[in-house]
């Protein structure tokens, strides 16, 4: 499966504390994460080799190795077993090891590959550059667990249509439902961009004060993530780069992040977050509506959609998930 060997967000990073491993779920697999000695994130498949009890229940040791809760076990962050309470004068062999995964921190986030051969870090289009501008204040909001599958998280990110509906008097209205001409695109290194976006909004951000259009620019790095920046008419100088971060946890549900890289730097982190909390609370029910909950792309969908010339970025969407072999959360 093409999606393990692809990174994909797992927590926030402060979600990880020093001394305490951390539970979390990817394409269907329990795992553990983890800080050695040096404050490095670790990722083990949540079970010990022994007799299968959950190393998320265990502790991280003054020595900076993962012991099982049950026997006492302890693992260094490659996943060699190094030590056995039960026999302090033995040492373990090379084949008494945890299940290791790839694991490293990117854009406030922590990320999982769960098999080698992929990319060496995760993909972040203009996030990436975004993350290094001094001018654009930096954070998180989320996680927001919803019951559907990531493909159908990141297409709706992507459709501008249901602005004037879904968010009507915020990020759009009824009066302005007629969506412009846009274009889209893919680059060399295979991101979907979509470039000429135009929205009328009434709220773009927590800081307007009045309606403006608001100039979109698409980009979709991976399959599960997307980013947007947008520049209201309304604000000069004003920009915001903001990335959907998706972790498929199951081919029909998912946990979602959002990464916001602002020019507003005077509203509270909470002032931001409760605006965005409420910009997804109106996205989410409808989510959670649409059946089936599998993106249905593949010759055996058991429905098919229709499509417009107004869904050209997610039809493109929707094409790039079949030219990446990409089958979780897909139907």
Known sequence: MIERQLWHPVARSEALAAGAPLAVALLGEELVLWRDAQGVARAFTDRCPHRGARLSMGRVVATGELECPYHGWRFEGGGRCVAIPALPDFRPPATHRACSHAALEAAGMLWLRLDEGGAAAPALGMLEAAERDPALRKLTVGPYEVATSAPRIVENFLDLSHFGLVHEGWLGDRAHLAQPAYEVSTAADGTLIASGCRAWQPQSNRLSEAGSEVDYRYEVPAPFSAVLRK????QPGYRDVIALLVCPLTP?????WFRMALTDFDSSDEEIAAFQDTIFAQDRPVLESQRPRRLPISDAAPVRELH????????????MLMARGITFGIC
Not at 231 to 234: E, K, L, S, V
Not at 252 to 256: A, D, H, I, N
Request: no cysteine.
């Open 231 to 234: 520049a209201p008419q309304g």
């Open 308 to 319: 417009s010339a107004a869904d050209r970025l997610s039809s493109a969407y929707r094409r």
């Open 252 to 256: 029909e549900s998912s946990r979602v």
